[in-house]
C-alpha cells in the first residue's frame, strides 16, 4: 500500500518525492540523459534516477490521482498518461509544426549516430526541414521560433545548448521523449496536413492535439 511504502522513505526522500511529483505532472516527460551547460556534457538526471528507483510508489500515488506513470527502458524515459484522456495539452500550430520537424530531424540523425540517443541539431537545420517539407516558404520570425522551442523545452521534449533559441547556430538537444509525444501515427496525419498547409489556416484539431499533460 502507498501510505506504507511512503513511510519507509527518509524526511529527505519524502521531500524529493514531492518535488518529483510536481515536476512531472508539470512536465509529463522526465527523462535519464541531459545536457548540463555548465560542465557542457551529457549526465545522468538525478530526478530521473529517483523516480526509478520509487517507480512503484509513484505509480500508486499517481493512480490515485487518475494517471499511470510508464517507464521506457530502452530509451530511458518515463512519461505520464491520464487514464480518462484529460489534461492534453493543445498545442499551437506553430509549435505543432516544429514538433514535427524536430521528430523528423531526431529519426534522421538517429541513424547516423544508432547507438547514441543524444541527437543535436542546430536551429538552422531545423528550419531547413521546416522548408523542405513545405511548411514554410521563408525562414519563420524569431519570435515564432522562440516561442515553439520554448513551449517545447518546458516539457522536457528538448534542450537548448548555449545561444539564442532564435539564432541559427544555436544547439538544440532532441530528447528520446519526443518519440513519445507525437506517435507515428499522428506524424502521418501531420504529414498530410503540413502537404495542404498553404491551403488551411489550420492544422486539423486532432492532429494539434498532442500526447502532452498540462499541470
Known amino acids: ?3 506504507e511504502k511512503y513511510e519507509e522513505l527518509t524526511d529527505g526522500e519524502k521531500e ?31 530526478d530521473y534516477r529517483f523516480i526509478e528507483r520509487n517507480i512503484e510508489l509513484f505509480k500508486e500515488y499517481l493512480d490515485i490521482a487518475g494517471y499511470n506513470l510508464n517507464k521506457d ?10 487514464q480518462f484522456g484529460y489534461n492534453k495539452k493543445r498545442l499551437d500550430k506553430n509549435t505543432t509544426i516544429f514538433l514535427y520537424a524536430l521528430r523528423l530531424k531526431y529519426e534522421e540523425e538517429r541513424e547516423k549516430v544508432r547507438l ?21 516558404a521563408k525562414k519563420p520570425a524569431d519570435a515564432d521560433i522562440k516561442s515553439a522551442l520554448s513551449n517545447l523545452i518546458n516539457f522536457n521534449i528538448i534542450q537548448k545548448g548555449e545561444g539564442k533559441l532564435e539564432e541559427p547556430s544555436t544547439n538544440i538537444i532532441i530528447l ?39 499541470e
Do not use: C, H, W
Open 73 to 82: 527502458s530502452n530509451y530511458e524515459v518515463i512519461y505520464l498518461e491520464n
Open 1 to 3: 500500500m502507498f501510505v
Open 16 to 46: 524529493s518525492f514531492k518535488r518529483a511529483v510536481s515536476l512531472i505532472l508539470a512536465k509529463t516527460f522526465i527523462v535519464n540523459r541531459i545536457y548540463d551547460r555548465n560542465q557542457k556534457n551529457f549526465k545522468s538526471n538525478p
Open 116 to 136: 547514441n540517443t543524444d541527437i543535436v541539431v542546430t536551429v538552422s537545420s531545423i528550419i531547413d526541414t521546416l522548408r523542405q517539407v513545405g511548411a514554410y
Open 176 to 214: 528520446p521523449s519526443i518519440l513519445f509525444a507525437i506517435t507515428n501515427e499522428k506524424i502521418t496525419k501531420l504529414n498530410e496536413s503540413i502537404k495542404n498547409i498553404e491551403e488551411s489556416e489550420e492544422i486539423d484539431e486532432e492532429n494539434e492535439d498532442i500526447g502532452v499533460d498540462e
